[in-house]
């Protein structure tokens, strides 16, 4: 609940550290990378989707979606980076260039390329089909631990065991000076939604908050009590979840006061937290060897996520009871869009052409059109 309670039981099915977890873009399933060397897909509800993948000779550190949601990114212990669709299978050969292990990937917004950051203390660019894309972004004097793209695409940051943040262009120009201020190695960098600020976490047991230039914005969040293993921003860039090897999660405004209790649960240290697209869950992972799923947004987020998951469901599509019906009133009425609206009229549409009423179906169908003159409507 609201409160920091898990959003139903452990998602248990690796057998050594979750190292890594992501949400798809549509925010209905989660990727995970462990120590077993596999990486899992999951359901909301915990159930695995399909078989193990299996293919690195190692620990999977990290896993990342592309945009479209078609193609998972993964790297680890065994240098190499992998990439899989979402069926298991891997597509291509694994891309090799790193002389250590691959800590962290991303893809970029558009999901044409893929960063990488490793060990051997360089981070590199890559195409879809494994080539490197200019030489070796260096400068980093230890391990990089952590790499992403900015929304716009044009700039990356890593944070390194240096101590120190980068921001490099896609030549592998660092652009300024490092961004110094933790006292500890940085194990997590992420941009906001906006791409106008940095956070970032470290084994000082701190977040640190960044603008463009490397300036620290306020001071260092404080109340973990452990290295902070992971950081993300919401998708709205109002608030940063963090995980801790003091075995919680944290959500934090921008100002780094703390947003209600520590999320408990994890029994072991929290490698890695991600928001759902939305903004309403949170997902980690943990070296207890589950992922734990979370509430993590406002009661409006929730909302809009409940309301969002049951759009094509039975239960609103065609209300039988007055709860149900009341449900649908407060959707169509405080949460969705017009848009939003008009592809719920055309399902309410569809249901009701399947059960044979064409005239009432003709009427959903005008419905959807006037709130969205430009939506498709099948037959």
């Not at 070796?136 to 940051?157: K, L, M, Q, T, Y």
């Amino acid at each position: 609940d609201l409160e920091g309670n898990q959003i139903g039981p452990p998602f248990e099915g690796h057998s050594g550290q979750v190292w890594s977890v992501a949400f798809s873009p549509k925010g209905d399933r989660i990727a995970s990378g462990s120590d077993d060397n596999t990486l899992r897909l999951w359901d909301l509800e915990g159930n695995q989707i399909g078989t193990p993948f299996e293919g690195h000779s190692g620990l999977v550190l990290s896993v990342a979606f592309n945009p479209k949601g078609d193609r998972i990114v993964s790297s680890g212990e065994d240098n190499t980076i992998r990439l899989w669709n979402p069926e298991g299978n891997q597509i291509g050969n694994p891309f090799e260039g790193h002389s250590d292990w691959v800590n962290s990937v991303a893809f970029s917004t558009r999901g044409d390329r893929i960063v990488s950051g490793s060990s051997d203390n360089t981070v590199r660019l890559w195409d879809l089909e494994g080539n490197q894309i200019s030489t070796p972004f260096e400068g980093h004097s230890d391990w990089v631990n952590s790499v992403a793209f900015c929304p716009g695409g044009d700039r990356i940051v890593s944070g390194s065991s240096d101590n120190t943040l980068r921001l490099w262009d896609l030549e592998g120009n660092q652009i300024g000076p490092p961004f110094e201020g933790h006292s500890g190695l940085v194990w997590s960098a992420a941009f906001s939604s906006k791409g106008d600020r940095i956070v970032s976490s470290s084994d000082d047991n701190t977040l640190r908050f960044w603008d463009l230039e490397g300036n620290q914005l306020g001071p260092p969040f404080e109340g973990h009590s452990g290295s902070v293993l992971s950081v993300a921003f919401s998708p709205k860039g109002d608030r940063i979840v963090s995980g801790s090897s003091d075995n919680t999660l944290r959500l934090w405004d921008l100002e780094g006061n703390q947003l209600g209790n520590p999320l408990e649960g994890h029994s072991g240290r929290v490698w890695s937290v991600a928001f759902s697209p939305g903004g309403d869950r949170i997902v980690s992972g943990s070296s207890d060897s589950t992922l734990r799923l979370w509430r993590g947004g406002t009661w409006q987020d929730w909302l809009r996520g409940c309301c969002n998951q049951l759009m094509y469901h039975s239960s609103l599509v065609a209300p039988q009871t007055e709860y149900a019906q009341r449900a649908c009133q407060v959707c169509m009425e405080r949460v969705w869009t017009k848009a939003e609206q008009a592809r719920f009229h055309r399902a309410q549409g569809y249901h009701l052409r399947r059960e044979g009423d064409a005239v009432a179906a003709q009427a959903k169908f005008e419905q959807a059109l006037e709130k969205d003159p430009t939506i498709e409507i099948d037959g």
